[in-house]
C-alpha cells in the first residue's frame, strides 16, 4: 500500500509543478517544486527501511537467466508524466489519481519506482531453473546469473523481492 | 537459509506448494541416522533406528521438488485461508536437508491461548501447527537417501511409496490359503485374516516362488518340529485362525532357531540379514 502510493505520488508532484503551486511565498518558485519532490523521495527512503519487517526469503545461485530492468519504468512512467501533465484541475486529478492507484495496487508488478534509482536501487528480472520469473530489487550490480545470490532477501509481494544488503565491492561501476 | 513449506490441497495442476516462513531452524538432524536398515517391510524398527531408501531421487514416488534445485522465491506466500488445506509440512535446511511432517487436523490446533513469556499475552482463537520433535522423513540430498520410521506416516506425502508396503489382496490370500499343505478349519477363511498376517503372506509368497520341492518339504519338517501344536490332517496343516496362520507363516521365513548353548527354542520377531546391516 505505502509502496503504491510511493510509485504513483510523482503523479501529483508533476501536477503541483504544472499548477505553480507555491507553498513558501518569499522564496522562488523552485524551492517550492523542490520540497514537493522531496517528499516522495523521502518517503520511498522511509519504505526502504520499512522493507525490514517483511517475510525473509533467499536466491541460493539456481538462477538460469538475468534481465536488466532499470529501464523497463520508463514507458509505465512517461505515461504518468503526461497524465499529470493533461490534468486540468484538483477534482480531475484525484480521480485519475485513485484509478491509477487501484490499478497499481493490484497489478501488484510496477511496485518498482523511479525514486528507487535515487537511493541506488537496481531493477532485475531474474529467471529461475525452474522457468519462474521475478522482480529483483538490489543495490548489487548484477551483470551474470552466476552473480544472483542473495541470502537476505524480502519479500514485497510474491513476484517482487527486495535486497537490503549493501554493494560494497561493486557500487564503483553502477 | 532455511524456509518452512507447505503443501496445500488443492485440484488443478497449479503449483501446491507455498512458503510459511524463513530463517528458524524448525528440525535438527537426528544423532541416530547411522546404520540405518534399508525398508523391509516385515522388519521392527528398534526404537533410535530408522529405514533408509537409497538413491530415492530415481524413484517413481519421489517428489519434482527434491529433483531440482531449491529456490523459495518460486513459491507463492501461504494465505491464512490455506491453513486448513495444508497437506504436509517440510523444513529445508542447510541447503540439504529437507524435514518432512504430515499434517493431520489434530496438528493443526485451535485454542485460546496464554503466551507465557516476558510478557502474558492472551490470544482467543489462534491456530496453530505442532511441530514434531521427530519429523515423520528426511531426505538428504547429497547422500539422496530418504530416511523414516514408519512408512505409513509418510504414505500421503510420498504417493505411490505403499507399493513398498506388501500387502496380500484378498485374492492373493484366497490363492495362499488353497495351497496344498495349509487345511482350513472351524470355518477360517481369507476373510479373517488380519492385516499383519497379509503382509507376511505377500512375503511368504515370495519366498515359497524361489524354493523347489525339496527345499518345500525341508521347510514342511521344519515347521513341524517347532509347532508341534500345530495339527495335521493328511499332511497339510489345520489352520483354525490367525495365530496358526502365523506360525506357518513365520516358519516359511524361517524365523525359528534354536540357540547354541542351552538348546532353547525361539522365534525371532523381526529379522534383518546380517550382511545387509553391515554394509
Not at chain 1, 522562488?28 to 523521495?41: A, C, K, Q, R, T
Not at chain 2, 510478557?119 to 482463537?125: G, L, P, Q, S, W
Not at chain 2, 495351497?179 to 511368504?204: M, T, Y
Amino acid at each position: 500500500m505505502f509502496l503504491t502510493l510511493n510509485a504513483t505520488s510523482l503523479l501529483i508532484v508533476i501536477f503541483l509543478i504544472k499548477q505553480h503551486c507555491i507553498i513558501i511565498n518569499k522564496a522562488p518558485n523552485w524551492v517550492s517544486y523542490l520540497i514537493f519532490i522531496s517528499f516522495p523521495v523521502l518517503m520511498t527512503g522511509s519504505s526502504l527501511l520499512c522493507t525490514r519487517f517483511l517475510s525473509t526469503d533467499s536466491i541460493e545461485g539456481n538462477v538460469k537467466d538475468l534481465e536488466h530492468a532499470n529501464n523497463a519504468y520508463l514507458p509505465s512512467y512517461l505515461g504518468y508524466f503526461f497524465v499529470a501533465l493533461s490534468v486540468p484541475d484538483v477534482e480531475t486529478l484525484v480521480f485519475v489519481f485513485l484509478i491509477l492507484f487501484v490499478f497499481t495496487y493490484f497489478s501488484q508488478t510496477i511496485y518498482f519506482n523511479p525514486l528507487f534509482l535515487l537511493w541506488k536501487r537496481h531493477f532485475y528480472y531474474v529467471t529461475t531453473e525452474n522457468n519462474i520469473k521475478i522482480f529483483l530489487i538490489t543495490r548489487k550490480v548484477l551483470r551474470k546469473p552466476s552473480d544472483v545470490h542473495f541470502e537476505n532477501l524480502k519479500r514485497i509481494n510474491n513476484y517482487t523481492f527486495i535486497d537490503n544488503g549493501g554493494a560494497k565491492s561493486e557500487s564503483s561501476d553502477g | 537459509m532455511n524456509h518452512l513449506m507447505a503443501k496445500i490441497r488443492k485440484r488443478g495442476n497449479d503449483n501446491k506448494y507455498r512458503k510459511i516462513t524463513s530463517d528458524d531452524n524448525f528440525y535438527k538432524l537426528p544423532e541416530d541416522l547411522d546404520n540405518p536398515i534399508e525398508y523391509l517391510p516385515d522388519h521392527n524398527l528398534d526404537e533410535d533406528s530408522w529405514f533408509v531408501i537409497s538413491e530415492f531421487s530415481k524413484k517413481p514416488y519421489c517428489l519434482d521438488i527434491l529433483k531440482n534445485n531449491f529456490e523459495s522465491v518460486e513459491y507463492l506466500q501461504l494465505e491464512k485461508l490455506e491453513i486448513d488445506k495444508i497437506d504436509f509440512i517440510f523444513s529445508y535446511q542447510d541447503k540439504n536437508e529437507y524435514y518432512f511432517q504430515r499434517v493431520l487436523s489434530s496438528h493443526i490446533v485451535s485454542k485460546k491461548l496464554l503466551y507465557i513469556g516476558d510478557a502474558f499475552e492472551f490470544k482467543e482463537n489462534t491456530k496453530f501447527i505442532v511441530i514434531n520433535d521427530i519429523p515423520d522423513a528426511i531426505y538428504l540430498k547429497d547422500q539422496d537417501k530418504l530416511y523414516f520410521k514408519k512408512l505409513t506416516s509418510i504414505t500421503s506425502i510420498f504417493k505411490g511409496i505403499e507399493e513398498l508396503y506388501k500387502e496380500a489382496t484378498e485374492e492373493e490370500t484366497r490363492e495362499f490359503l488353497e495351497q496344498s499343505f495349509i487345511c482350513l478349519d472351524q470355518g477360517f477363511s481369507s476373510e479373517k485374516v488380519k492385516k499383519s498376517n497379509r503382509k507376511r503372506i505377500a512375503l511368504a509368497m515370495d519366498t515359497m516362488k524361489n524354493f523347489n520341492s525339496d527345499e518345500k518339504k525341508k521347510i514342511f519338517d521344519y515347521i513341524k518340529d517347532y509347532c508341534p501344536n500345530l495339527e495335521r490332517k493328511k499332511g497339510a496343516f489345520v489352520v483354525k485362525s490367525d495365530e496358526d496362520l502365523k506360525s506357518i507363516l513365520y516358519g516359511i521365513d524361517q524365523r525359528y532357531y534354536t540357540t547354541p548353548v542351552k538348546n532353547e527354542k525361539r522365534i525371532a520377531n523381526s529379522i534383518i540379514p546380517i550382511n545387509e546391516s553391515f554394509k
